[in-house]
């Protein structure tokens, strides 16, 4: 599971710049590099960063709790 949350990290960083620039200077990325004969692979990607915001609403669940890590002893 840990490669499908690296990926929606990506879909969703990819989503939330588009909606920046979308905001900010009226500008659409994906549509842009993806239009004409392509607009398929554009509604493709729009799709997957809206399934990798779903996948991510399980994150909610870890929100708060502290991980722990494993680190070497140091002994004095």
């Known amino acids: 599971m840990r490669i499908g949350n690296y990926i929606a990290l ?12 979308i905001g900010f200077f009226g500008f659409d990325l994906v549509t842009t ?3 004409g004969s392509a607009f ?9 960063v809206g399934l990798a915001a779903l996948w991510s609403l399980r994150f909610y ?7 722990e890590f ?3 002893t140091h002994r004095p």
């Open 10 to 21: 990506t879909l969703i960083i990819i989503g939330a710049l588009n909606w920046g620039l």
């Open 33 to 35: 590099l993806f239009h």
């Open 40 to 48: 398929w692979l554009a509604r493709v990607i729009f799709a997957l």
């Open 61 to 67: 669940g870890d929100v708060g709790e502290e991980t």
């Open 70 to 72: 494993s680190h070497a």
